[in-house]
């Protein structure tokens, strides 16, 4: 029976621990070759657009797609489909919008074990929104923030923002008042900013830093400049096609990057392209999401919401037309 799983259900069902876990195993799966991940559906619909994007986890089981759409003036909604490969069946319906958070800095969770150097370290964070905390926490899940500083345009939510971190993580973080103030002297650049000029200049770096990109997914905004790019010694994408097609600074640093420079993270976690070789490089995890992350975190939480009993039951749904 297809479960439907709410906002508040998803927020019940899973941790950033979860979704470390899912992530690691989700690409572990695609670099092994059996995941397949179609390009993205984008439709214009009225002012504002709606995207789809379909995927099968075959050596899992699970396949499904994502729906996000915009309506001007309204906002955005995320939705998973989840179905079971063998069976065809239509398994849930939940609301995306906090497996989406999640999957995003749980999956620079596992690009910066490949990427940063060991240990804890001096952490900038460019960003307040639910996606910086995302990349915050996941940061402090796995153990790599010693210290913080947050920056964002807006003093009162990037106080909120330590604040928060201070109470709920017992974090030394402070807020900031530019962003070079916050890169200088850190050691890991978190950027989450949905901007039209880059947040980040790649001049600002030093030997050794690593920087996880994670705020443009469309070819209008910039993150970070194309010096950013230019001086990664490693540049790893969750997807090649998605990064260079859909988030404007990697489509206007094309130029800059050499295309032998450039890695999925599921060649680095499978082994089949380096991570970071030496402490004095720098290297750039640049990530606009995918359906096998959101399908591999989607079955987790579906798996955990029926067996705490949440959700809500809508029977057999959809009609099964036999052939």
């Known amino acids: 029976m297809a479960l439907l799983l709410k906002h508040s259900d998803v927020q019940a069902s899973v941790t950033m621990v979860d979704a ?3 992530m690691e195993q989700a690409f ?3 670099g092994e070759g059996s995941a397949f991940l179609p390009q993205r559906i984008n ?3 009225g002012g504002g657009w709606l995207r789809l994007g379909p995927v099968a986890l075959e050596k899992s089981g699970w396949m499904g797609f994502k729906a996000m759409n915009l309506a001007p003036g309204q906002g955005l909604r995320y939705q998973v489909h989840l179905y079971r490969i063998d069976s065809g069946e239509l398994l849930c319906i939940m609301d ?3 497996l989406t958070t999640l999957r995003t800095g749980a ?3 596992v690009a910066t074990r490949r990427l940063a150097r060991k240990g804890p370290a001096v952490v900038a964070l460019l960003g307040s929104g639910v996606e910086a905390r995302a990349q915050l926490e996941a940061m402090h899940t796995d153990g790599f923030v010693r210290s913080a500083r947050v920056f964002s345009p807006t003093e009162a939510k990037r106080s909120k923002l330590a604040a928060d971190f201070r109470r709920d993580f017992e974090m030394d973080i402070v807020a900031v008042g530019s962003a070079r103030e916050a890169v200088e002297g850190s050691e890991i650049v978190l950027a ?5 000029t880059p947040a980040l200049m790649g001049s600002w770096l030093r030997p050794g830093m690593h920087v996880n990109s994670v705020g443009t997914a469309r070819r209008d905004q910039r993150e970070i400049d194309e010096e950013t790019f230019r001086r990664s010694a490693r540049v790893v994408v969750d997807t090649r096609t998605g990064v260079f097609e859909e988030a404007g600074d990697a489509v206007a640093a094309r130029d800059a990057v050499a295309p032998q420079r450039v890695h999925e ?3 680095v976690v499978c082994g089949k392209a380096p991570g970071r070789t030496s402490d004095d490089q720098i290297t750039l ?3 606009v999401g995918t359906g096998i992350q959101d399908i591999a975190l989607a079955a987790v939480i579906y798996d955990r919401a029926r067996a705490n009993g949440r959700g809500t039951q809508m029977g057999e749904f959809p009609y099964l037309k036999s052939t």
Do not use: G, W, Y
């Open 43 to 45: 439709m214009k619909a």
């Open 28 to 30: 572990k799966e695609e």
């Open 96 to 98: 995306a919008q906090h």
């Open 20 to 22: 470390i876990a899912a």
């Open 107 to 109: 999956t620079s969770a």
């Open 285 to 287: 995890f640049k990530s």
């Open 265 to 267: 993270l599921c060649e």
């Open 192 to 196: 989450a900013v949905k901007a039209k």
